[in-house]
């Protein structure tokens, strides 16, 4: 099992965040935590995500967001016991 932290950055078109979403609740079972900031006034959004699956969950997830239009991923992981 991994713990991850994810960032999500959605910038300027905003209509992308519809399918930012589905992605995120096909995933819903790996997402322990989930907080969205929005910036308005730059026309940035900034969406950290804390997730617990497989590497390859986790992956998957971050190719998926990483393939939508502005859209950007950063994501950290590290092997955790449970």
Same mark, same amino acid.
């Given at each position: 099992?991994? /713990?991850? &932290?994810?960032?999500?950055? $959605?910038? %300027? #078109?905003?209509? @992308?965040?519809? #399918? +930012? *979403?589905?992605?995120?609740?096909?995933?819903? #079972?790996?997402?322990? =935590?989930?907080?969205? +900031?929005?910036?308005?006034?730059?026309? &940035?959004? @900034? $969406?950290? +995500? $804390? /997730?617990?699956?497989?590497? !390859? *969950? $986790?992956?998957?997830?971050?190719?998926?967001?990483? %393939?939508?239009?502005? @859209? %950007?991923? %950063? =994501?950290?992981?590290?092997? +955790? !016991? &449970?």
């Amino acid at each position: 099992m991994r /713990l991850g &932290v994810m960032g999500i950055i $959605i910038e %300027k #078109d905003r209509t @992308v965040a519809e #399918d +930012v *979403q589905q992605i995120l609740s096909a995933y819903g #079972d790996i997402i322990m =935590s989930r907080t969205g +900031v929005p910036d308005r006034e730059h026309g &940035v959004y @900034v $969406i950290s +995500v $804390i /997730l617990r699956g497989t590497n !390859e *969950q $986790i992956s998957a997830m971050a190719g998926k967001l990483g %393939k939508l239009n502005n @859209v %950007k991923v %950063k =994501s950290a992981m590290t092997d +955790v !016991e &449970v």
